[in-house]
């Protein structure tokens, strides 16, 4: 992998095909960790059916295989979402087993924890750690974190919390604040991960959604996003970047067809300015 890692999420959710969202076999061979998005919990069960809304399993693994056929040696990785506010309510191994066989069954290389916490609740770190335990140990784990984890009952569980995983991910771009604010942010969650040692597992996320509101709304400046590239926390490398996502436009304008940046400029500015 380069210096910094590019990371990005793929919605199972968008309809793909000519004039729609790219196929999964389209993304970018410099896309370093594709997170797949995603899966839910029903019941304690693992539930697929966002991530298969338009296309099926064995699709979304043959466009994986595709990918790993085209590169030598293969480069990208792929990680299976999990989003949903129950976590904390599973039995640590029951549910981790359950993980560990749903990433197995889809021929991933690792799994992302997408957890945003309501209220502290110190029972979400067993569940974690009980996954982690599941996987093999080659197993990539990545988690979003955003503003919520810094909230003064919260913020207590982020170390450790952190701890179990490769990657973390800032994802405060839904309301952007603009690039202080979000700088900001980066320095508060690397010192209450750990400080500097954190650096190199916290990318920074950046968006280009746009759900018809207010331009500017939710989604991260194309200007912004090449000096959250370049950025270097106390000149030192971060993580990477973050994108969500390679399979968002604004609504009914596929493909930049509308006064604002598509997913694929994105990609390119994100490609072009990592350092």
Known sequence: MPEQTFIAYWSGEE?????LSPTLAEIPDAVDIVVL?????????LNFDNLTRHNDKATIKRWMDEIRARQRPSRTKFLLCINDQCFNKQKPEDFAHKVAVAAESWGVDGIDIDYEPPSADPSIIPVVEAIRAALPAHFLMSAPIYFQWLDVDIKQLLRPYAAVFN???TMDYTPYPGY???ISLYKQYSEAMGGESAYGKLAIGVSCMDFGGQYGEDFTPLADVTKFCQYKPDGKN????MLFSLSYDAPGHPNGSYPFPSRFEYARTVEKDLL
């Not at 309809?15 to 004039?19: A, C, E, I, N, Q």
């Not at 971060?238 to 970047?241: F, M, N, Q």
Request: proline share 12%; net charge negative.
């Open 15 to 19: 309809p793909t095909g000519p004039k």
């Open 238 to 241: 971060k993580l990477g970047i």
């Open 167 to 169: 990657y973390t991910m």
């Open 37 to 45: 998005f995603y899966a839910t919990i029903v019941e304690g069960d």
């Open 180 to 182: 202080e604010p979000m």
